[in-house]
């Protein structure tokens, strides 16, 4: 009798153990990309090292595919998800209602911390004949679904060169970047714009796929005008070599990978996310190839500080970052 007591209460502890956990446990999603992009592993392993440590924070984290940068932010503005990854240049366009958030900012947004670079990068089948920007005139060019980074980049870089090139003298697509490999391969597209890491699993399919080029945006007046123009947009070059068949470096603009969330998210979950990074950095550098020339202070760059979220605040300040 004794010992069925024993068993009892010990159930009931245990009980009330699970019901305890699970009233504590608080879930968080992160909506990233496509899944062959590097937003989707980004999220990935991030949860992965927050997850490590959720029976002390209490905080699990999950990762959800979308549509892309702008689909983040407006998601995270309707309390659809916590935590996003956006380029910079949409987040600067939401928080300051400027570009496509014209007279419509999410003043709610907060800056969690930056990642990678990514770049504008148009990759072309080989045989389209596109061997420059403005050979695109007439083809068939994917800019991106709607709501990804890139179609609002490719939008940007169209209104700025129009006189020269506008969306009417292409034949535009707005496919899913998961998409174009095939879509190149089948001939349904000559090329396609894609804002993202390097390397990434899309372009080494593509390039696997079928014999693709990457064209370089440099030299182009209007385009060099627009990243002049525009704090978020820098210069960089994609490496020769990087994927199957393209042999020379290629020189394009192109943004940093910034996550973000809402004004009122918890700060504990904030910094608790920051904190993983900053305390396992090499683990995380080594969890995708694109992330392998950053440095922690590389994770403040690319934003206005005034945008950082109290959480994240607090993180880089016991870093000594801030
Ligand atoms: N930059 C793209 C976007 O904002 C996503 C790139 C990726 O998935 O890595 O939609």
């Known amino acids: ?20 956990v699970s009233k504590a446990t608080k879930f968080i999603t992160i909506g990233t990309g496509s899944v062959t ?37 407006n998601a995270i503005k309707k309390g659809e998800l916590d935590f996003g990854i ?21 003043k709610s947004l907060r800056v969690v911390m930056s990642i990678h670079p990514e770049l504008m990068t148009l990759v072309v089948r080989k045989d389209s004949g596109i061997k420059k920007f403005l050979d695109i005139k007439g083809k068939t060019i994917n800019i991106g679904n709607p709501g990804s980074g890139q ?7 169209f209104s700025y060169c129009k006189g020269v090139i506008s969306l009417k003298d292409i034949v535009p697509e ?56 525009k704090p978020y947009y820098a210069w960089g070059v994609i490496p020769a ?8 470096p290629t020189k ?9 969330t809402r004004a009122d998210m918890d700060p504990n979950v904030v910094y608790h996310m920051v904190k993983v990074i900053l305390d396992n950095f090499d683990k995380f550098k ?27 605040i607090k993180a880089f300040k016991e870093e000594g970052l801030l």
Not at 1 to 20: D, I, N, P
């Open 286 to 312: 080594r969890m995708h190839p694109a992330y392998r020339h950053l440095t922690k202070k590389d994770l403040l760059k690319g934003f206005d500080k005034s945008m950082l979220h109290p959480g994240a």
């Open 151 to 157: 179609e609002a980049t490719s939008r940007a870089i």
């Open 241 to 248: 070599g990087m994927y199957r068949g393209v042999n020379h």
């Open 174 to 229: 707005y496919l899913k970047a998961s998409e174009c490999p095939n879509a190149l391969r089948d001939k349904k597209i000559d090329g396609y714009f894609y804002m993202v890491g390097h390397p990434t699993a899309n372009i080494k399919d593509a390039a696997n796929t079928v014999s693709i080029d990457l064209i370089s945006l440099a030299g182009v007046p209007c385009i060099e005008k627009l990243v002049k123009d």
């Open 1 to 20: 009798m004794r010992k069925g007591w024993v068993y009892f209460l010990t159930a009931l502890a245990f009980l009330l153990s699970l019901v305890g």
């Open 86 to 106: 956006a380029q910079s240049d949409v987040v600067y366009q939401a928080f300051t209602g400027t570009g496509r958030f014209k007279g419509k900012p999410i």
């Open 37 to 73: 992009g590097v937003y989707y592993p980004t999220g990935g392993a991030i949860c992965r090292l927050m997850n490590r440590e959720k029976k002390i924070t209490g905080v699990r984290c999950t990762v959800e595919s979308t549509g892309g940068s702008v689909y983040n932010v």
């Open 252 to 260: 394009t603009f192109g943004v940093k990978a910034t996550v973000v």
